[in-house]
């Protein structure tokens, strides 16, 4: 199993300073604006992000965990179904701008089944997606994401893995893993 | 684990101790999403489901059919009363008909025991028993221990005592295998004619003194007398039924502890219960028919998962 480090936890750092910035530029004050990390793995970066965003613009922004598990199409196509894990939304999105927050951008499906799910609490305004990873060319749907950490030419064959400090690791690492 | 161990819910006796975890876990994001605005999600978007009972029911089938439309799944409902077992047809007869309009699921009550067993041999769908005869109710046992589960946040060490008509109750049996699947410590109390003879091989402790099974427990799960079943008299009279094993507010208020209150419904007042005592704050009755709902989406969702 070969693996290839892609984001340090020094370029880590500047690269999710460098996606508050942006956020911040759209979305000002954040009055208006909800950060939705989604189930199991976004969280994490959702969390990373909601920190940095509160201090930087030292206002309350709302933070949710979105799980999608009943909204995927792949149910009953699958050997081992998924585990259900935890919907957390204490506050309306009806009317808000919502920033989606996962860690890996791979075929879209997750993520249109995250729309699916979000519509199921509301209308927002706008719903805008955020990842850490990008993985080209593997899109089975539409999609694309408003801001992005790094964007990486993969294989369909490797994996994308995610390591964060507030995972239990001890620091943060995204790698490229060849499956063989 | 995130699959389970079988194919069908016939019975608490079949699966284990995980299945039970993972459907309680499962019915935790459920009861979250029974709570929303909108609630309903598209899971079972594809699948249909048979629900045939043959005996009457109202809250089991309403419960299921309910469960099946906050799964997005499509219904067909079916009971003997107006239908053409009326006519001779066999209950496999019945059933493949129905299947033969490409049903992927059957939820299935019966007056006699084994049948929805039967039907698991014979025919390819997923199979949930809603009750066979006087054998087993396993979603209700599941929904009752996911109850005291909720209530006393666990359910391993806890003392239940099931109190009334065990001969003729399918919910007692299933309730004491899920509970002692689950750590808990079980006991049936009744008056010798409603207790099975030899009861006391499952494991359970046997009392016939309701005041003593109700000091002894943390959780009463309290019976009907199932009057439509019993072809002989077991006991004298519902009123001596009641005076000997009747629970009121008094008793449980003489305990000079908290004790839990169950009842699977439908509750005959003023015999196993009163109503200041059903109605009290003991009584989770009615969290009880919420966690219903919540406990068959998860059930029926980890069966279509397996199809």
């Known amino acids: 199993m070969q693996k290839k480090l892609i984001l340090d936890s020094n370029l880590l750092d500047i690269t999710v300073s460098r996606l508050c910035q942006q956020l911040i530029e759209n979305h000002n004050t954040f009055s208006d604006t909800v950060i939705i990390g989604m189930q199991p793995r976004g969280i994490f970066l959702a969390e990373l992000i909601h920190k940095r965003l509160e201090k930087d613009t030292k206002s309350n922004i709302p933070l949710g965990y979105l799980d999608v598990t009943f909204h995927r199409d792949d149910f009953r196509r699958r050997d081992e179904p998924i585990l259900p894990r935890e919907n957390r939304i204490p506050f309306i999105i009806e009317g808000k701008n919502v ?3 996962d860690d ?17 609490f509301g209308r927002p305004e706008k719903v805008e997606l955020l990842v850490m990873i990008d993985r080209k060319y593997n899109r089975e749907l539409p999609i694309a994401p408003d801001y992005v950490g790094r964007t990486v030419n993969t294989l369909a064959s490797q994996r994308v893995l995610v390591e964060l400090q507030a995972q239990g690791h001890k620091q943060n690492k995204i790698w490229l893993i060849n499956k063989d | 684990m995130s699959k389970l161990s079988q194919k069908h819910l016939l019975g608490i006796k079949d699966i284990t101790r995980d299945d039970i975890e993972l459907i309680f876990e499962t019915a935790d994001t459920f009861k979250e999403v029974l709570n929303r605005p909108i609630r309903k999600v598209p899971s079972l978007r594809d699948v ?21 439309k906050r799964l997005s799944a499509d219904v ?72 005291i589960r909720e209530r006393l946040g666990s359910v391993s060490g806890k003392k ?39 009861i006391g091989q ?16 943390d959780v ?79 059930v029926l969702y980890l069966l279509a998962a397996r199809p």
């Open chain 2, 76 to 147: 067909i409902n079916f009971s003997a009363s107006n239908s053409s077992v009326k006519k001779g047809e066999t209950l496999l007869d019945t059933v493949n008909n129905i299947l033969a309009m490409k049903v992927d699921m059957v939820v299935i009550r019966h007056a006699s025991p084994g049948a929805p067993h039967y039907l698991a041999r014979h025919i390819n769908a997923n199979i949930v028993n809603a009750g066979d005869g006087t054998h087993e109710h396993p979603t209700q046992a599941l929904l009752d221990t996911y109850s």
């Open chain 2, 202 to 217: 499952l494991g359970v402790q046997v009392e016939f003194d309701v005041r003593k099974a109700l000091q002894w427990c």
């Open chain 1, 99 to 101: 920033v989606l927050v």
């Open chain 1, 104 to 120: 890996v951008l791979f075929t879209g499906r997750t993520v249109r089944a995250a729309m699916d799910a979000l519509i199921a």
């Open chain 2, 48 to 68: 249909t489901i048979a629900n045939i009972f043959f005996e009457n029911s109202t809250r089991t089938r309403l419960s299921f059919e309910l469960a099946e």
């Open chain 2, 160 to 198: 239940v005592a099931i109190i009334g008509d065990i001969l003729h109750s399918r919910v007692a049996l299933s309730n004491i295998f899920a509970l002692q699947k689950m750590g808990a410590k079980v006991m049936v109390c009744g008056p010798p004619t409603l207790l099975p003879k030899f």
């Open chain 2, 220 to 298: 009463a799960n309290v019976l009907r007398i199932q009057l439509e079943r019993q072809q002989i008299k077991y006991f004298p009279s519902l009123r001596e039924y009641s005076l000997y094993y009747g629970i009121d507010r008094k008793m449980l208020d003489e305990l000079q502890k908290p004790v839990v209150l169950m009842h699977p419904g439908p509750i005959n007042r003023g015999v196993e219960i009163s109503s200041d005592a059903a109605d009290s704050p003991h009584s989770i009755i009615l969290d009880q028919v919420e966690n219903g709902v919540a406990i068959r989406m998860a």
